[in-house]
């Protein structure tokens, strides 16, 4: 297959502000993945003493949340349920045009042409995205017996790679579905009971201080999410938000 | 050099404790005053990261991705091992003990192994104490299902997500320490050398993956939880980024490095499509649970899986395995499938596949309920083959997965170079030449979590501070040197990309050094990689100039120069070690039908290497393994 690849490229240089530049990817094999893609692509143009295109990818398959980027105006490309890794360019028709840009949002600037800092989100799970719970003797496994029911939503929520495409899609770029998901896993589970109010408290702090928006229901998170996370647990977090204000 | 694993004294059942009580103790008040180093945030890196800062001491933590919680123990699916004996089935830290002992084919330390299995339990209390969703009854009480090499139900679970939640797990511990202070983590940023000064560790040297910038970090004790090296072989599961620079510059500096050919391969990964493959898809080793795996009886049959009648299967395992089936051992089943295919009755385009098939599975339990067991491994299946497992069945072929070998380390997880701790997959320790499935996890956390805050603590309380600053002469000098590295790295200016040279090498490790292996075979490697590292150093290419800012073509070369220089210590271990065991099967040692032959009169030690200079061969030494608590037998599955 052929493609005409409009790639993102921007140096580390701060007085650098991006452009689109035109590649033409050509004898690419619909069993590709589309950072394999990204490799043949780069080998070529480092073979030609080219700057080859930066971009952040780890575990190809789906789990670490390293890659993405937006890919003809879809975060992590137009399949659902699909980190860019596990994009593959069979899903792409031949001699097709695809753009492809960093994630865009205030809280992730740009490093390097498609690589973006993250670490608000860490920042976010460092103030409250956890049980305090020191190493040593904890209860026996089984003395926390949890509902199934519970247990497979909060499993659901917990299935987040925190890849960023929520925000990247978001178009006020809001960080709500990435923190719903941490409220909501720790918040269905007793262990996660006794810092309930605070951890919300803390953790949206967090994220309005690192520079996320508000959310204003538009939904493109949901669509976005490779680990289609839900939308509804955006109002478990508003109702833990709004009741832990009443508790303080 | 001397190899003393300090086994303590005392009844097998007994020796931790034993340990625990003899390691000395740093006043509460006086752990403020000691760092740490620990590189890596994996399952072994972050759980130690945290619990030395929960105890109080200053923690320093590295890892090469922009964020600690993408190491690669997020990848693991199947699920981690404990002896809880939840199932009431005959369980037992004996018993575990005795699998793993068994599983690694009688080539690893019996009290390491037994403090695994007595640490097992404590490690799913932990977890779920922190919040780690694993699957659950309906009554609410903990799941399990069975894995490889095992007859009870001893594998706790997150549906194929295991090693994601156990590591946000730990990266929660972790993150709560950094919040706090405790830790000081360091991301995009990688170790290039470890600094040894009177036989202690010091320190490291870190490249800033983003500025370019290169300096050192001194501490008091340093911990490497860098994981394994199956990437050496290109092709594996592993992620992309994972290397032995951390641990094969550590050899470099002093650190044994032990049995480097004991890697594993997996026996059920999606099979390679073509050169354009940048890496392997495990299909997690909890699908044989219901999975059956088979291939046409005749050769060259190539009708669809649907139109071939029962009569003309297959399924191989069921029937040389009877009483273990489909859940042998991961070596086990990975030989199989190569006899399988070496026979042409391989399946798919290639001939390099065998069948996993849930059909049966299927019509026994429903199909949502096999979508609630593996739903997420069906779905990534589909993604990568475009075809859908429910209506089809599996095609699979064994792949490099993970490594056995690694620094050698004594009961206290301490090196050769006095205060270097390993951890996790980095070490050598616990799996002897081949690891059952589930038990890396398990292995990472205990280390992590329970083994090295004591022992790490014992030899601060014994050793004091370091007392060493990035100013000394020996960090200085290490400093040079990895500058010197990059610029020569920088400068060659030929035409071939490090992925070219680190694809070749794969090839020739894969052909001599993988599934099976023979003398001629390993030693036309030790022809080949040389030629190859002399040319890689005369004819790479990368990005030259820019080592002022992001470079990861950069990146790459540093860890494929080292993957070649490591490559022939692993081939040289295989070549020496004349008998099969476990992952290591050499094809002059077998029996008449075709199983491991192991040599327990000359081989039941475990290989040590010492760096003996540039451009000399390694020095080998050896431990010797005595085993009171199992006999040796040769393993049978049937
Ligand atoms: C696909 C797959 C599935 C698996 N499934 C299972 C399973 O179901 N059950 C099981 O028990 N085991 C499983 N395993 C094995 C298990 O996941 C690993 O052995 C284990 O997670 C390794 O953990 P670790 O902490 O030792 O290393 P890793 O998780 O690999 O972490 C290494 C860390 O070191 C850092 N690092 C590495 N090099 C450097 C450097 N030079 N400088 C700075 N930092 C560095 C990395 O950034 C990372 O943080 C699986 C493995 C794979 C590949
Ligand atoms: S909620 Fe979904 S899109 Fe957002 S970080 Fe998590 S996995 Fe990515
Ligand atoms: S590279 Fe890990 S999710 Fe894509």
Redesign the pocket.
Known sequence: MKFTLKVWRQTANPKDTGRFRTYEASDISPDTSFLEMLDIVNERLIERGDDPIAFDHDCREGIC?TCGCVVNGF?HGHQEGTTLCQLHMRSFDDGQIIWIEPWRARAFPVITDLMVDRSA?DRIIQAGGFISIRTGSPPDGNAIPIPKDDADLAFEAA?????????ASCPNASAM??VS?KITQLGLVPQGQPERWDRVRTMVAAMEEAGFGACTNNGE?EA????E?PMDLIARLNRDLACSLLKK | MQLDPKIPEGPIAEKWDRAKFQLKLVNPANKRKYSVIVVGSGLAGASAAATLAELGYGVDCFCYQDSPRRAHSIAAQGGINASKNYQNDGDSDFRLFYDTIKGGDYRSREANVYRLAQLSGNIIDQCVAQGVPFAREYGGLLANRSFGGAQVSRTFYARGQTGQQLLLGAYSALSRQIGLGNVKMHTRTEMLDLVVTDGRARGIVVRDMLSGEVRSHAADAVILATGGYSNVFYLSTNAKGCNVTAAFRAYKRGAAFANPCYTQIHPTCIPVTGEHQSKLTLMSESLRNDGRIWVPKEAGDRRPPGEIPPEDRDYYLERRYPSFGNLVPRDVASRAAKKVCDEGRGVGETGLGVYLDFQTAMERLGEDAIRDKYGNLFHMYEKITAEDPYEVPMRIFPALHYTMGGLWVDYNLESTVAGLFVLGEANFSDHGANRLGASALMQGLADGYFVAPMTVGDFLARAGKSSLSTDSGDFKAAQTEVNEKIKKLLSIKGERTADSFHRELGKILWEHCGMARNAEGLSKALEQIPRLREEFWGNLKVLPGRNDQVNQTLERAGRVADFLEFAEVMVTDALSREESCGGHFREEHQTEEGEARRDDERFAHVAAWEFAGVGKPPVLHKEQLTFHEVSLTQRSYK
């Open positions: 949340g975060a989100f299935a987040c790679i925190g890849c960023g495409a929520c925000v579905l990435f998901a998170c976005a999410c490779p680990k996370i």
